[in-house]
């Protein structure tokens, strides 16, 4: 057990410690610090004959002495330590410890404002700036002169395409089963149970199968690039590519675009079809439809210009995926967790860019008299 | 080096009165400096006194706040884009961590400047790609990614993409900054031969004494106190003849005996030699 005790003789203190003096064993020394501010003390020496084993808890506790000395104007006198507690205790600072002023955070709504706005502004023009690139790129591309490496974009495309049919597959499909459950639980009230294909197949089309799989890509291959870009950056990799006036845009955001705007709208009619699928089988087990029947429902219900629809939404989807992801990316700090926190962010913003530009096309699919 | 000589007069990069910061922090400022061409230019200083800022300065990542950068006579961050990009195919630069491509191989990684600017056949390529890498003694590694590479593999395959486009001037960040001592001395001699080798500019940041003392001919202290260059020349000169404290704690410091320290790269040279094979 660490104990301590505390002698006095004409002006000078002496500390005798004894036990073991390490970080599990607690030691209280409020009244060691009281006595030491004895006015009449002029310095203070230490006795460690009895002194066992010691760690960080002694030094600890010789600091408290050192700064205690210090401001009572006591000679803090290390010689009876041992040599390399003495020298730990010196490398320590004397001076007692400065409370530190707290940073005033004052609220200042119109400064906080106008500097959220202006930082707005300047990602609105770094975003427009990179999708000017972007389409710059897109164009060159279509030339045939775009900078960038095909085995990039294969790689991307692989990525965005075969790897993610069976999420965006088990997914529809679900989906599609969900519906024609609950579809045939409300319908039977109206002994409209005849009407589950068309419930299936026009909301899929339309609207389930498209949002759905963009969704699952956002989180699937959108958090991949921006978490892939934020380590590039972290890495120099993009400061590498601009000192060489590769423009970014066009090396590493389109590839990520082009694939993805090349797989979604078929991921969609693959998801559209699936979500079918699960509603068949639904229809067949618990409302005795045959596969025929359904499918005929579906083909009078559902127009072909639905598709063409569908398949344009999913491709403006691919572009904000791609676009966002790789943006909130680049603006990344540069750390490990920045990485993960892009991701995320890139992931929150993809899920609600796609609900917005859904609502804009519900819109105006409206206004076209659909 | 004849050529050198000749053009001594005419710095091949000069910056004037140039402040870096960011909003109201300054980095530095009043910064004035010229490097020759055909030398090695040390940027040196303390942690945090902004060295790697300046590079990137220079290097055209991050413009200054005010003052003027000149390469080869242009007035560097009053060009267009456009130029500057231009411009910046003429440097050859070896990031602090490498910087390597990540998903690229070590041959990829050489060879992507190349396929950017260049009009060189496939055949001509490798086998410029396999040049580059034998000059930094990484001809084997070609087919690695960069994950697959030590610390030093990364540093000389970096410095093999920055030699990719032949640049004029070569700018270093911390070359030998997490290498061990044999290592750091190998990179340094090894940018001492392609200096000579290829007769570019070197412009080396770096709180690393050996190094600086080995392959420096000139070179600027930078202070993180004043925030500004508070003494100038190679290290050898600032050690043995500023007076100011700054300079004299910093070059006396890490800097084992340096009675005995022989400014030049031949006695590590020997060294090394001694010590085993050559690359």
């Known amino acids: 057990m660490p104990a301590w005790e505390f002698r006095s003789a004409n002006g000078a203190g002496m500390i005798a410690l004894s036990g073991d003096w390490l970080t599990r064993s607690r030691v209280h020394a409020p009244e060691l610090a009281r006595r030491c501010r004895d006015p009449t003390l002029r310095r203070l020496g230490f006795d460690t004959s009895q002194l066992g084993r010691w760690d960080t808890m002694l030094v600890a506790f010789l600091w408290d002495i050192k700064r205690a000395a210090a401001a009572g104007g006591m000679v803090f006198d290390d010689s009876g330590l041992p040599p390399s507690a003495r020298e730990l205790v010196s490398l320590l600072p004397a001076a007692p410890r400065q409370p530190r002023t707290p940073v005033q955070h004052r609220l200042r709504p119109l400064s906080w404002t106008l500097t959220q706005a202006v930082n707005l502004l300047v990602d609105v023009g770094s975003s427009a700036v990179l999708v000017v690139g972007t389409a710059a790129g897109s164009a060159r591309l279509l030339l045939g002169r775009a900078r960038f490496r095909g085995a990039d974009l294969l790689a991307d495309l692989l990525n965005a395409g075969p790897r993610a049919v069976a999420i965006v597959g088990t997914v529809n499909f679900l989906v599609g089963a969900i519906l024609a459950f609950i579809g045939a639980a409300e319908l039977r009230q109206y002994a409209a149970q005849a009407y589950v294909p068309n419930l299936v197949g026009v909301a899929s089309v339309r609207e389930l199968a498209s949002v759905v799989t963009a969704i699952v890509m956002a989180g699937r291959t959108g958090g991949a690039y921006a978490a892939r870009i934020a380590a590039m950056r972290s890495n120099d990799e993009i400061a590498a590519l601009q000192v060489l006036g590769i423009p970014v845009s066009e090396f590493l955001i389109l590839p990520a675009v082009v694939s993805l705007c090349l797989a979604m709208p078929i991921l969609y009619l693959l998801g559209c079809f699936i979500a079918m699928v699960g509603g068949l089988a639904v229809s067949i087990l618990s409302l005795g439809f045959t596969a025929f029947q359904y499918l005929r429902e579906t083909v009078d219900a559902v127009p072909l210009s639905d598709f063409v629809f569908g398949a344009i939404k999913s491709i403006a989807f691919a572009a904000l995926i791609g676009a966002v992801s790789c943006q909130i990316g680049l603006k990344a700090a540069r750390s490990a967790r920045a990485a993960g926190d892009a991701a995320t962010g890139a992931v929150v913003a993809n899920i609600l860019g796609i609900i917005a530009l859904d609502a804009l096309f519900a819109v105006m699919m409206d206004a076209s008299g659909r | ?279």
């Open chain 2, 1 to 279: 080096m004849g050529a050198n000589r000749l053009l001594e007069g005419a710095p091949i990069l000069s910056l004037r009165d140039v402040r870096i910061g960011y909003g109201d922090t300054v980095v530095q400022q009043q910064l004035s400096f010229d490097v020759q061409r055909g030398s090695v230019f040390a940027i040196m200083g303390g942690s945090g006194a902004g060295k790697s800022t300046v590079l990137n300065t220079m290097i055209g990542l991050a413009p200054p706040q005010a003052g003027t950068v000149t390469f080869a006579g242009e007035n560097y961050w009053a060009l267009p884009v456009d130029e500057r990009a231009h411009i910046g195919r003429r440097f050859g630069v070896l990031f602090q961590t490498g910087a390597l491509w990540s998903s690229l191989t070590v041959g990829q990684n050489v060879a992507l400047p190349m396929q950017m600017f260049t009009n060189l056949d496939r055949r001509t390529m490798r086998r410029f790609v396999e040049l580059k890498l034998a000059l930094v003694g990484l001809e084997d590694a070609a087919d690695l990614l960069p994950a697959q590479l030590s610390g030093g593999m990364a540093k000389r395959a970096g410095l093999a993409r920055a030699l990719a486009l032949d640049p004029e001037i070569l700018f270093l960040d911390e070359p030998s900054a997490g290498l061990d001592p044999v290592a750091a001395r190998r990179l340094d001699d090894l940018i001492l031969d392609l200096r000579d080798a290829l007769g570019a500019t070197i412009v080396v940041v770096s709180h690393d004494l050996l190094s600086l003392f080995a392959i420096a001919d000139d070179g600027v202290f930078l202070d993180a106190g004043t925030r500004s260059a508070i003494a100038r020349g190679s290290a050898a000169q600032l050690r043995d003849q500023s007076e100011d404290p700054q300079v004299q704690a910093f070059m006396r410091r890490e800097n084992p005996g340096s009675a005995g320290l022989h400014p030049s790269p031949y006695l590590e040279d020997k060294l090394w030699q001694a010590s085993g094979s050559r690359r």
